[in-house]
């Protein structure tokens, strides 16, 4: 096989084994609403606040009166620890501080008593994730044989990993009473997503200049950048019945379906001086895939999912619990470069590996979250809240298919949430603590700085590490009611 084909097949390796990482992968991260971001799941089964059209808009009926809601999450601290991320000895760490997502919603209630719709409207931030990990060593190794870099060489490597996603949701929704106990409501939503992602590996061998050694230098280098935006919308039915004691709600929500959405991939590999031989006759060789490639569709999708909700009061006390399904999505692309110019010289052949090594392609489990959630009311306006939660990844990583995924959290989490509901006159206060836990103990390595050698390309030898996430969130939020209750 001649050498030029052989570097080919050993960049198709290399872009392959080191995994693209990014992205929350969680449905349930996000809280909406007041009594909701603490009760989560609580707004299944009856009308707690405006976020009614988001969990379940056949509540919407059971409103009183027109409101207007600001619900956000003030203050968040989560710190990701990644022990032994890139390799035994090496451990990575991200501490977020930011200002949550923000909703801005409301329920429009007719005056005329013979209506039997309600109206609701929300624009919120239904998803977001920072993450940046980076780390370097350098050090004396001895790396080369004896004849072209005698005794230890100077060792350099370093990786870095920047993603942020955002994603911004407007719903409109209308809630009908179809009877005294039962409501149905329907809505529709439209999200953008946007995400910015590079990851950046990169690791040299460089002998001291006083020997005049053979060779001078030995490298690898690997940099990727993707960027994309996509706009989808799907459809929430939702179906409410109120008992004597039982209060229950279903919804179902359709698969995403896209409107638009586009992209781009920059990326950059080369080897330095590599020998792709055990043989030392055979010269060391330079190879190079660089590229950018713009103007790509783009496109994301989420499932089918259906969610069941159920509460009953007990005194001053009511109980709250909630399971929510979501279906899997089989392989899809997400960008596709197709045959356009990455590695170098270009040729009618090499194009061809271009889908292969910067294609980005998703895949969902069907996933299944529970919740149970408490509201003590300790006197007139005066409310104890509790719950907690199960947030399950929905990664699905299958590693004989050829691109890169894009899905880093893959671990489960848990959330712990207490919070107090004040009501003067007009107003309603909401002010929540948030903690959230999740673990890893078996996280795969995306690069290592330990044991590096010609033979694995100075990328060091993967193996598994122990993730952790850990967080705390403060909530505050803030309702205004106007109107006559009733709609008189």
């Known amino acids: 096989m001649r050498i030029y084909q052989r570097g080919i097949i050993?960049?198709?390796?290399i872009i392959a084994s080191t995994p693209l990482l990014a992205q929350d992968n969680h449905y349930s991260w996000m809280q909406y609403g007041s009594?909701?971001?603490?009760?989560?799941?609580?707004?299944?089964?009856?009308?707690?606040?405006?976020?009614?059209?988001?969990?379940?808009?056949?509540?919407?009926?059971?409103?009183?009166?027109?409101?207007?809601?600001?619900?956000?999450?003030?203050?968040?601290?989560?710190?990701?620890?990644?022990?032994?991320?890139?390799?035994?000895?090496?451990?990575v760490k991200n501490d977020n501080l930011n200002v949550l997502p923000s909703m801005a919603s409301g329920v429009w209630k007719p005056r005329n008593e013979q209506k039997k719709w309600t109206l609701g409207y929300a624009l919120y931030h239904s998803n977001t994730d920072v993450l940046d990990f980076s780390d370097r060593s350098e050090r004396r190794e001895d790396l080369l044989v004896e004849s072209?870099?005698?005794?230890?060489?100077?060792?350099?490597?370093?990786?870095?990993?920047?993603?942020?996603?955002?994603?911004?949701?407007?719903?409109?929704?209308?809630?009908?009473?179809?009877s005294d106990n039962w409501s149905f409501g329907a809505s529709q939503s439209f999200t953008f997503r946007n995400?910015?992602?590079?990851?950046?590996?990169?690791?040299?061998?460089?002998?001291?200049?006083?020997?005049?050694?053979?060779?001078?230098?030995?490298?690898?280098?690997?940099?990727?950048?993707?960027?994309?935006?996509?706009?989808?919308?799907?459809?929430?039915?939702?179906?409410?019945?109120?008992?004597?004691?039982?209060?229950?709600?279903?919804?179902?929500s359709t698969p995403t379906i896209k409107i638009f959405g586009s992209g781009k991939i920059l990326a950059d590999l080369s080897l330095t001086n590599v020998r792709l031989s055990q043989n030392q006759s055979v010269p060391r060789s330079n190879f190079l895939a660089n590229g950018q490639?713009?103007?790509?569709?783009?496109?994301?999708?989420?499932?089918?999912?259906?969610?069941?909700?159920?509460?009953?009061?007990f005194g001053n006390l009511r109980l709250y619990g909630s399971v929510q399904w979501y279906g899997a999505i089989d392989v899809y692309t997400v960008m596709d470069p197709g045959d356009a110019s990455f590695v170098q010289p270009p040729s009618a052949n090499n194009v061809l590996y271009t889908s292969q090594l910067l294609s980005v392609w998703s895949s969902n489990r069907s996933v299944v979250n529970g919740s149970v959630a408490a509201d003590w009311l300790l006197k007139s306006g005066n409310h104890f809240l509790l719950s907690f939660r199960t947030?399950?990844?929905?990664?699905?990583?299958?590693?004989?298919?050829?691109?890169?995924?894009?899905?880093?959290?893959?671990?489960?989490?848990?959330?712990?949430?207490?919070?107090?509901?004040?009501?003067?006159?007009?107003?309603?206060?909401?002010?929540?603590?948030?903690?959230?836990?999740?673990?890893?103990?078996?996280?795969?390595?995306?690069?290592?700085?330990?044991?590096p050698s010609e033979g694995n390309f100075l990328q060091g030898e993967r193996g598994t590490g122990k993730i952790t996430s850990t967080g705390i969130q403060l909530m505050l939020s803030y309702t205004f009611k106007f109107g006559n209750k009733g709609g008189n």
């Not at 009760?39 to 027109?66: C, K």
């Not at 179906?239 to 209060?247: A, E, N, P, R, V």
């Not at 050829?402 to 206060?429: C, M, P, V």
């Open 10 to 13: 050993l960049l198709t390796v």
């Open 35 to 91: 009594r909701n971001s603490i009760l989560y799941n609580a707004g299944l089964s009856r009308f707690e606040d405006q976020s009614a059209v988001i969990m379940n808009p056949a509540t919407l009926a059971e409103a009183l009166q027109s409101s207007f809601n600001f619900n956000t999450n003030v203050v968040s601290f989560n710190k990701i620890r990644f022990e032994n991320g890139l390799g035994d000895g090496f451990t």
């Open 148 to 178: 072209e870099g005698p005794g230890e060489e100077n060792y350099l490597a370093q990786y870095n990993l920047e993603n942020k996603l955002d994603e911004f949701t407007a719903v409109v929704g209308l809630g009908w009473k179809l």
């Open 195 to 252: 995400q910015d992602y590079r990851e950046a590996f990169s690791a040299f061998v460089i002998t001291d200049p006083d020997l005049n050694a053979p060779v001078d230098l030995v490298g690898s280098n690997q940099d990727y950048t993707i960027k994309y935006s996509t706009l989808f919308t799907n459809t929430k039915l939702g179906l409410q019945y109120k008992g004597k004691k039982w209060d229950l709600g279903l919804t179902v």
């Open 293 to 313: 490639i713009e103007d790509l569709k783009a496109k994301y999708k989420y499932p089918i999912n259906a969610s069941l909700g159920a509460s009953r009061l």
């Open 391 to 451: 947030d399950n990844h929905y990664a699905k990583i299958d590693r004989t298919v050829d691109g890169n995924n894009l899905a880093i959290k893959q671990w489960d989490n848990y959330h712990l949430t207490i919070g107090t509901q004040r009501e003067f006159k007009s107003s309603i206060w909401v002010v929540g603590v948030r903690f959230n836990y999740g673990v890893n103990k078996e996280f795969p390595q995306p690069a290592s700085f330990k044991d």
